[in-house]
Each structure stands twice: as C-alpha cells, then as structure tokens.
C-alpha cells in the first residue's frame, strides 16, 4: 500500500531553490506515495532580496510561499492534495507552541495535527528546509504526534559539529525540539565541515551536471520545471503548463548546468529520503549502468549500493550543532549512510534520476 506522507517544504515563488520544485514531482509521480498534505515552511528574511545561501547573489527577491508550485503540481496529476504555510517567525523556545501568531500563519500546524487525526495508519514526514511547523505541532499535542507518525525524515544539519547548516539556522529552537524528542528520526545532513557542498559518507549533497534530459520530460512537468528554473512570474500559472514556452527559454533551462556558470548547477539534497522512504535502492547494473529501483524489481546479478540508515546516539546543543555515535542498540534516531563512496552515490544519481523522471505519466 502507497505511503502516506506529509511534505515540509521551503518552496518559494519566484523559485528560491529550483531543486525543491524539482524534488517535489516526486511524493507526486512515486507510485510508492500517497500524498496526504505539503506544508510551506516559510521564514519572514527569505520574503526579502537577500544574498542567497547557495552563495551567490539572489536577485530574485521579494518572494513568498510557493502555493503556485502546488497548484501547478495539483492541475497536472488531477490531485486535491491540501496545502497551507507555515509560521513565518521561529520558535521562541523549543517549547513554543505558536498558538498566538497571526492566523494564517498557523494554518500549517493545524493541517498537520488534522491530517494526522484523520489518519487511519502511522504518517511519514519529509522535511527539507526548518522543522518548524512540525514542532510546533508536536508541542500543541505530543500524544497525537507521538501516536501517528510513522517517521521523520529531516534533511538538515551538517555531519560536522564544526559547521552550522542552513535549515537549521532558520530555526534552532524547532530543530532541537525534536532531537530531544523520542519520536521516531531519520537525519540526512545537508553539509559536512566544509559546507553545503561537502562530499561526505552521511552527508546526501550531490550535484546533476545535465539537465538536457527535462527536454525528454512529458509535456506538463517540463513546462512546470521551465517556469521554476526559469523563475517564471506569468499570471496565468495553470494555463502556461498547457502550452510550451519559447524554443530559446527552454534552451537555457536544457543548459542550466553549463560549466561556464557553476552558479546554475542543480544542487541536490533530498534524492536519498526519497530513496529510503520508498524502499527503493540504488543498483549497478552489469552493464555497469545505475538505477534506482523497487526491492523486488532488483535481480541477484545486480550489485545495491549503500544507502542505509544506521541507529546512533546523539547529543544536540542549545544551538543545533550536534555529535553522533553509531550503536547495535536500537534507538528513535538514525543518521544516514551512503557508504565510504560518495562520488559513486553522485554518479549513480546522475543516471538513475533522468531516467526516472522522463518515466513519469502525469494522467
């Protein structure tokens, strides 16, 4: 039976950070997945221009919560899936329950504690960008949080106490709380000690170096992907997903990986959740090739490559740095493991997702 999940997403519009529009056709088009709700984390700094944390200048600001993705996303699978927005300020302490911030701004918090009561079987949660709504959530009534969730899967963090991540500078406060809670947690740091951009075993940063093969894409999803990369601010958001843009405009979104602007490289951070909260793997071929498959698709020619999740004790300060060690006990958090290789991790991804994407049906 699909999964039920509930998406944390930092989803701007004009688009902040392509590789979440990206990453989101996924709990979409994964046949594995049953989407239940997509929460918009949003923080009050990231709505103004300001200088991006993938280090470059962003000048794609002012922004807001990106609904219009969602929508999108909605119009082109035929889906109702439910979304709100999170609160936009952080917690003003682990145990802040944000019960009097504005509204429309607790309308996240109340979709998930709602989703979770209809529920009639544990939820999973993905969440890249801060835990805020979800800590909140858990804060208002820790017995129905407690009692529905199936696991966490937390994309955030650094492998390193020396190096403090992004998602978890948006908010500390949300990030310790569940660190210290007992519910159950997957944890993919983004960094290691030398940043974002670190190659490290439990670290899940990779970089797609081609991005001609959206030109393979249906129709829909690589219209969806032009107006993203393209931080497209039409108007008419469903209708330019029924035509296709400009030959030259999509030429450029085909060339975003072009080695004479490292800036346009599509990043990546949260393949591996998706890959672990599906049960896929990622296989080598014999031929030598990669691709991420369901368990019973995967024959014994076939080598699996590392992508677990490894039981460890761990201790977070105030601050959200945290250490880790791994145990033979069990546990409520697990850190992730993509083994002694991950250049061959980069490698396998940069076949595999192509292949899987320009795969996808939409009906």
Sequence with gaps: MPIPVIVITDLYVPTQDPADNFDLILPYALPEIDLRAVIL???????????????????NGPRDPGFIAVTQLNYIFGRRVACAVSPFSPLRSPVDPMDDVPAFQQQGIELIL???RESSEPVVFMTQGSVRTLAAAYNRDPELVRAKTGRIHISAGASSPAFLEWNVSLDPHAFVRLLRSD???????????????????HNSFWCMTDMSFIA?????LRRYLAYAFGRWQRVDFLRAMDYDFPAEFMQQVYS?????????????????????????????RQSGEYALLPAHEISPAESVLPNELRPCLL????????????????????????????LENEQAFRQALPALYTSFAPN
């Design 41 to 59: 984390d949003t923080t009050e700094k990231m709505r103004q221009p300001v200088a991006s944390h993938l280090g470059f200048e962003d000048t």
């Design 114 to 116: 709602e989703t979770l």
């Design 183 to 201: 519910l159950p947690i997957a944890l993919y740091p983004c960094a290691t000690e030398e940043g974002p951009f670190g190659y490290g075993r």
């Design 216 to 220: 393979q894409m249906h129709p829909m």
């Design 256 to 284: 975003l990986t072009d080695p004479a602007h490292p800036e346009n490289r599509h990043y990546v951070w949260e393949t591996a959740l998706w890959t672990t909260i599906t049960g896929r793997r990622l296989v080598r």
């Design 315 to 342: 201790e977070v300060g105030d601050d959200g740095l945290f250490t880790f060690a791994f145990t033979d006990q069990p546990t409520t958090i697990a850190l992730y493991d993509r083994g002694d290789s991950p």
